[in-house]
């Protein structure tokens, strides 16, 4: 089993930054991808910005320039950091630890909600 645990959300201004955090936990021996998604009101779950093991990035296009996705593998810790957030950030961002094996096998954390309000 693995369990992520995530932190960092909360209410921030237009323009303002955000690092969110995930702790990853259990049998992670196998994850190949570790992944931030989000799900803004009325909106399905997108992909924000995902790392391989390798530490290829990738990024939604809404986000390119303006987010950041990195990992401190001592730490089993991979952290999302948002700069110039926009309303339309708004969300509840998710972690995602993401298996090539058995067909592919996904991995969730609760989520934390990110208000950008003025």
């Known amino acids: 089993q693995v369990q992520l645990v995530e932190s960092g959300g909360g209410l921030v201004q237009p323009g303002g930054s955000l690092r969110l955090s995930c702790v990853i936990s259990?049998?992670?021996?196998?994850?190949?991808?570790m992944g931030w998604f989000r799900q803004g009101p009325g909106k399905e779950r997108e992909l924000v910005a995902r790392?391989?093991?390798?530490?290829?990035?990738n990024y939604a296009d809404s986000v390119k320039g303006r987010v950041t996705i990195s990992r401190d593998t001592a730490k089993n810790t991979v952290y999302l950091q948002m700069n110039s957030l926009k309303v339309e950030d708004t969300a509840v961002y998710y972690c995602?630890?993401?298996?090539?094996?058995?067909?592919?096998?996904?991995?969730w954390g609760k989520g934390t909600l990110v208000t950008v309000s003025s």
């Open positions: 259990g049998s992670i021996f196998h994850i190949d991808l």
């Open positions: 790392i391989s093991s390798g530490g290829s990035t």
């Open positions: 995602n630890a993401h298996s090539f094996v058995s067909g592919g096998m996904d991995y």
